[in-house]
């Protein structure tokens, strides 16, 4: 019997140690302090590196079970510190159900058992109903029409491409190890690989994203973005320090990897503010206004993580879509031949 | 007895000069990182015809007919100490094998992770970030990564295509010792290649601001009758604007892997 752990490492060993979980973590919201405890809110000030930056540094996790978007029946900004702990236990169970042994996810992946599902990674606590804090109602603004044009032109190209195991080129980028939602920009946790490392250099940041061994190098020196007509899966990315708080900016996108439908002119701005020892606020804006009639934020909590990180040989060891592929064809050619014998019966 | 004292003083400031300009040669002290070791953040590359053939080879035609003179091989003499890698009979064998049937088994082909040594002198250039507890050597093939961990030595937790690598200073040489590796990756597009027991000891050593000694230890008994050394400089990167792109090859290479698994068009 393998041994379920229901709640996140981090966040039993928080409830253990007696933490607070109805304080939001220092300057996590300008807006959130006020409205959900009357402490106030003490001042994180990070270590320095030795040029004398905001360290940053170490390993990272962005798991977390929140909703980028508001569930529909949720109408506050924050849980009680009560419902957060019963959502979390809720969700881990749920996933650590997924896979019980002899289900068809357990033939995929057992999550549980490979270390794969959330209850076993770094987490920090958000009190948050969603991870998008603007608009206000913690839900992605109306399409604008260019935005809805171009959905209705993605949905036809995809349609006229044929099934989504007619070619490799038809299966997700996630499915191809091309790129996934860890990777972004912007980086959004999913199930497992939820570990970052952030490395300060003179003159740079690295980070490292788990997912697919992906090192974002960003140069501080102010030098211009890209040429333009230069596209990149992941764009070109410039930072700058704002006080306490790295902003990494990101034009230069593709079409190809469009963000929750964005377009390749989505203007991307990342902050990373440290903001406990063991707290990183991730914060991102999203203005793009040939999708979304309005730019918009979301705002995820890194919690440190031991670390190290292993290699993730995706590419090399995708034997799973190699067999979705020739599975498909396996099973047309049996249709084909099941048509046959119906047409033509002895 | 003043002039006396100004001319020796002289004399001997010269002198200190001379064998300070004789040390330069020898061993050129590298700018230091905060933390006081040798400072090798920066974008370097190989150039090198290596990433052909590590051994010496004369130019030769593509292996692909369509491609011409533009993907031709340039010919290049050894990296390799001695010249030769000292195969095993039955190893070079396989080599052999390797080489005749390379357009099929080179890992580079499929934009697989490609190895230590051979990261190093592909004709693409990688970039060093340098911390006290961890060296970053990012590489623009395949986008491939290595974490040299400096204070936290432990053996491989498991097998890999890059492998896991312990490194500490000698001095002006960084040492990175690197084993735990899969048995799926060459040193070259010439078919010279290894087993799970690769074990690779690297030197690198500023020899001016501008250019490293990289030197690697090749040791595989399964392969080889002994260990071997190569040795290449890698230069830096001087434009002001250099970084790395995005190579993620992945995409580029779907169609010759599981092109052959498309739907056919129905009758």
């Known amino acids: 019997m393998k041994q379920r752990f229901l709640v996140p490492a981090s966040i039993a060993v928080a409830l253990a140690a007696g933490w607070s979980w109805g304080t939001p973590v220092a300057g996590q919201s300008r807006s959130a302090g006020a409205k959900t405890t009357g402490a106030p809110a003490k001042v994180y000030t990070a270590p320095r590196t030795p040029d004398g930056q905001p360290d940053l540094q170490g390993f990272w996790s962005n798991s977390t079970f929140t909703p980028l978007e508001r569930p529909k029946d949720v109408t506050k900004e924050f849980y009680t510190r009560e419902e957060a702990l019963e959502l979390v236990k809720r969700a881990s169970a749920q996933e650590a159900e997924q896979t019980e042994p002899g289900t068809v996810p357990d033939v995929h992946y057992d999550f549980t058992q490979f270390g794969l599902d959330r209850s076993q990674s770094a987490m920090a606590l958000s009190l948050r109903t969603s991870l998008i804090v603007d608009p206000p109602d913690g839900r992605l603004p109306p399409l604008s029409s260019e935005g809805q044009r171009r959905a209705a032109e993605r949905a036809a190209a995809r349609k006229s491409r044929g099934g989504p195991h007619d070619a490799v080129q038809n299966e997700p980028l996630g499915a191809r190890c091309v790129l996934m939602d860890r990777n972004g920009p912007p980086m959004l946790g999913g199930a497992y690989n939820n570990t970052y490392q952030i490395m300060q250099a003179p003159g740079y940041v690295m980070i490292l994203v788990e997912m697919l061994h992906d090192a974002r190098i960003i140069p501080l020196d102010g030098r211009p973005q890209l040429p333009a007509n230069v596209r990149q899966w992941t764009g070109s990315s410039r930072g700058r320090w704002d006080g306490q708080t790295l902003v990494i900016e990101t034009t230069n996108l593709t079409d190809k990897f469009a963000f929750l439908g964005s377009s390749e002119n989505m203007h991307l701005t990342e902050r990373f503010t440290r903001v406990a020892e063991d707290t990183l606020r991730y914060r991102f804006t999203v203005d793009d206004p040939a999708t979304w009639t309005r730019p918009w934020s979301a705002e995820v909590l890194w919690k440190t993580d031991p670390g190290p990180i292993f290699e993730h040989a995706c590419h090399e060891g995708n034997y799973g879509l190699y067999n979705t592929l020739a599975g498909a064809r396996a099973e047309e050619k049996r249709a084909a031949e099941e048509a046959a014998k119906k047409k033509s019966p002895k | ?267």
Request: glycine share 6%; hydrophobic share 40%.
């Open chain 2, 1 to 267: 007895m003043r002039n006396w004292l100004r001319s020796a003083l002289t004399v001997s400031l010269a002198l200190t000069l001379v064998i300070a300009a004789g040390a330069q040669t020898r061993m050129f002290r590298a700018p230091r990182t905060a933390d006081g070791k040798p400072n090798f953040n920066g974008i370097w590359q190989a150039l090198t015809e290596a990433y052909w053939d590590v051994e010496a080879h004369a130019a030769a035609p593509s292996p692909v007919i369509e491609l011409g003179a533009a993907h031709a091989v340039a010919g290049g003499l050894s990296i390799v100490d001695g010249g030769a890698i000292p195969y095993k009979p039955e190893a070079l064998a396989k080599k052999q094998q390797n080489y005749a049937n390379r357009l099929k088994l080179d890992p580079e082909i499929k934009c697989y992770l490609p190895g230590v040594p051979r990261a190093n002198y592909m004709p693409y250039p990688f970039q060093i970030i340098q911390g006290p507890k961890h060296i970053m050597m990012l590489y623009t093939f395949a986008g491939a990564v290595r974490t040299i961990y400096m204070d936290d030595h432990k053996e491989a937790p498991a097998d890999s295509w890059m492998g896991w690598s312990n490194g500490h200073w000698e001095g002006e040489t960084l040492v990175v010792d690197t084993a735990g590796f899969n048995d799926q990756t060459w040193f070259d597009r010439a078919g010279n290649f290894h087993s799970e027991a690769l074990h690779v000891v690297e030197r690198f050593t500023a020899a001016s601001s501008d250019h490293l000694i990289y030197e690697a230890t090749i040791e595989d008994p399964n392969v080889f009758t002994r260990p071997w050394k190569i040795s290449v400089p890698l230069y830096r990167r001087l434009e002001k604007n250099a970084q790395i792109m995005e190579f993620r090859c992945v995409e580029f290479v779907e169609e010759l892997i599981y092109g052959h698994l498309r739907k056919k068009p129905s009758q």
